[in-house]
């Protein structure tokens, strides 16, 4: 089981999309704040329903906290509740923030925290022997034919032949 970690909306809604949302079963716990818990359930988007399980830890900022959240939506243009996601990482010495957002995982990473988007939980729950590779193959296609992630043919295909070769190797 890998350690806790705070997510934004998007990988919970594309894993439910493609219906992986036990992909999240690896994590200790998925701490989410309470602007992403409204992105989802106001916009009743995919994963509206699985948010609301013992996995998730639903998180409130704190005024000052709020203020920090600002900060950051400001100089970087990112979404209030993308905001949270790097103030509670931060306060809670998280270093993995589940994203599929490029422009938040730049900001995640020039703040020293580790970014991983819907393909590298993927990775992760293959890697942990919770997926056969049979079954990421099909999730990865899943993610780019049905799910609403943006990501290239070419990502998937990359990714698809490095669990191949790693399945290969064990």
């Avoid at 916009?43 to 900060?71: C, H, M």
């Avoid at 400001?74 to 809670?92: E, F, H, N, R, T």
């Avoid at 070419?154 to 698809?160: G, Q």
Wanted: proline share 2%.
């Amino acid at each position: 089981m890998v350690s806790s970690v705070i997510s934004d909306a998007g990988p919970i809604i594309h894993l439910s999309e493609i219906k992986m949302i036990n992909c999240f079963s690896i994590f200790k716990t998925v701490y989410i704040s309470r602007e992403v818990y409204n992105e989802v359930k106001k916009g009743n988007l995919p994963g509206s329903n699985e948010i609301e399980t013992e996995k998730f830890e639903i998180l409130d900022l704190r005024s000052f906290q709020k203020d920090r959240s600002i900060y950051f939506f400001q100089k970087y243009q990112i979404s209030s509740a993308d905001g949270s996601v790097i103030v509670l990482a931060k306060d809670k010495v998280i270093d993995i923030a589940l994203t599929d957002d490029l422009d938040l995982r730049d900001v995640l990473k020039s703040n020293k925290i580790r970014p991983v988007g819907s393909i590298g939980i993927i990775v992760r729950v293959y890697k942990y022997n919770k997926l056969t590779c049979s079954e990421a193959i099909r999730a990865l296609d899943d993610l780019f034919m049905i799910s609403s992630l943006y990501v290239t043919s070419k990502l998937i295909e990359n990714v698809k032949h490095s669990l191949i070769e790693f399945d290969s190797k064990y």
